[in-house]
């Protein structure tokens, strides 16, 4: 744990040197905000409904397979449903640019390429999102578009906000850079939906959620798959058998609750490389041994990795009753349009 994650989640003392800088932003985020409410920046509406999939707080909570689950689920009810994204970490200039299975992480970012491999759906990296979005509805004739972590991007309209909440919750309730938030608190009372982060296990809505009423959502974990080829699987259990232990890897914004969860699963996990989120993965992160890491790191570890890597994905599980209220206000919406 880094300095800056220990003032964040724990508190420290030298996080009051930083309440001038947090004011500044709280000034600025807050001029920003004013500026798209009274019309002199402009907030730009595509022809098809749009579901904003972010957080209030910087770092990953779980927003990528809620992203997933709703493509998904999106595409089984019929709907042609695209995503866009920020695609942090992408090397490309030119926008909006297409992401396809083929394309490398260097290219993409991580998370914006693991949802088109997963998913299968057209997905588009855009700072400017707007201009991805109207692509989406344009050229690949998308009746849904869904805007991964673009709660804070303001000039696409949307008419879903979803926010992601997990375990660690908003750490000392601070905004950047004192504390981890966007945007202060008050952001929860004006979202449509927040959905509490579960992780591996049932943990209980923490008492500050409870009154938003928060869809609990958890993670269910599935087979082995090898980097190397992914068509190779392994049941955790096997690899529990071997008696060997493991080193796991995660670059994701909790990396304690991935090595939790192949704990809960019986793995001995020996040794543990929390990296960074995002971190470009190098040979030198990957031992020798046995190595057990997150979907979003073996999209970046692929071209390092030995034929004993093993990437774990992950599914996000909510009530079917969410999804079904989601899928029914899709519909709404789009006879609006």
Known sequence: MNWVTRMWYQGAW???????????????????????????????????????????SVGGNGKTPVVVALCDALKQAGFNVGVVSRGYGSTTTQFPFDVTPDLTPDQTGDEPLLIARRCQVPVVIDPKRPRGAQHLFTQHHCDVIISDD?????????????????????????????????????????????????????????????????????????????????????????????????????????????????????????????????????????????VVMTEKDAVKAAKFAHDDCWYQPISAQFSAQFLDNIIEQLRRIQRQY
Not at 235 to 249: F, H
């Open 14 to 56: 030298y996080q009051w040197l930083f309440l001038p800088l947090s004011l500044l932003f709280a000034a600025l985020s807050g001029l920003r905000r004013w500026l798209y409410k009274t019309g002199f920046s402009k907030q730009t509406a595509v022809s098809a409904p749009v579901i904003v999939v972010g957080n209030i």
């Open 150 to 290: 673009g709660l804070q991007h303001y000039a696409l309209g949307r008419d879903i906000e979803l926010v992601v909440v997990d375990g660690r919750l908003f750490g000392n309730g601070q905004l950047l850079p004192m504390g981890p938030l966007r945007e202060g608190m008050w952001r929860l009372d004006t979202v449509d939906t927040i959905i509490f982060n579960q992780g591996a296990a049932d943990s209980p809505v923490p008492k500050s959620l409870q009154p938003y009423n928060p869809i609990e959502m958890r993670f269910v974990p599935g087979e082995l798959h090898n980097v190397v080829n992914p068509q190779m699987r392994l049941a955790v259990s096997d690899l529990a058998t071997r008696g060997k232990p493991v080193t796991a890897i995660a670059g994701i914004g909790d990396p304690q609750r991935f090595f939790k969860q192949l704990q809960q699963l019986g793995l001995t996990v020996g040794h543990t490389v929390a990296l960074p989120d995002h971190h470009a993965i190098s040979e030198d992160d990957i031992p020798a041994q046995t």
